[in-house]
């Protein structure tokens, strides 16, 4: 996590944002480094920029917070949780919610994903 951490600090440099940096934690590959380390691989994340004066969060969709994250070491953390569905179910605090894939926001119609 450290050396993907300076690369990406070198690839923000001189570049200021109005939103979160987010650490995206789904990643099947890395399932078999077990809950501790994948929350310790988020929170490291996390401090490091927020240490650089970004302000941070960790995204996952439920099943992952629920299973494979302690959400409750990284609430101090902005939290983004994709659960699509017509209510969300998280049981913890949560900053962003992403209930769809299939918005298309006005004046974003030529973003590819």
Known sequence: MKKACSWIKEKLSGKSFELPLFIDMEDSSTLSSGKDDLTNQAIY??????????????????NWFNNYLDISRLVSYKIWCAQYNSSLTLKWKCDLWQYTSKLLLPR???IKS
């Open 45 to 62: 994340f996390n401090e490091y920029f927020s240490s650089l004066g970004y302000l941070t969060g960790t995204y996952a969709n439920l």
């Open 108 to 110: 974003c119609n030529n």
